[in-house]
């Protein structure tokens, strides 16, 4: 299953992003070399985006664009049944697939298209108090 995840992430990512090993898990990062600044939280950080784990008990797909943009996280909640029968278990930015088997590849793919690293990058400077 986090063979098909990765390769529907990676399929569908918009150009700029770059995949990465971060906190132990399969991550999707705005490079240094396009976002200088890097993450505000360690600047030797390139800034995170999306990252996806296998937990003891869920795959969990992490999406920071659905935490930062209310709008994105309206569409996935509105989206979400139309792909899946079991109920959505999520947190900010934190979507459980507690059925791997289960996971709707097809939307996650769509998720993937909805934010380029320039989006995500303005999106993330309105957001940060520094």
């Known amino acids: 299953v986090m063979k098909e995840l990765r390769a529907t992430i990676k399929k569908n990512l918009p150009k700029g992003f770059e995949e990465t090993m971060s906190y132990g898990m399969i991550g999707y990062v705005v490079p240094h070399k396009l976002y200088p600044a890097g993450y ?7 800034l995170p985006f999306m990252s ?8 969990a797909v992490y999406h920071m664009g ?3 943009d209310k709008e994105l996280m309206d569409w996935f909640v509105e989206e979400y049944p139309n792909h899946v029968t079991t ?5 900010k930015s934190c979507i459980r697939f507690k059925k791997p088997e289960r996971i709707p590849m097809e939307l996650i793919g769509e998720l993937c298209t909805k ?4 989006d995500w990058v303005a999106l993330y400077e ?4 520094r």
Do not use: E, W
């Open 115 to 118: 934010m380029s690293v320039t």
């Open 66 to 68: 659905l935490y930062a």
């Open 87 to 91: 109920k959505l278990d999520m947190g």
């Open 40 to 46: 505000h939280c360690d600047p030797k950080l390139p």
């Open 126 to 129: 309105r957001s940060i108090k």
């Open 52 to 59: 996806i784990a296998s937990q003891k008990n869920f795959v």
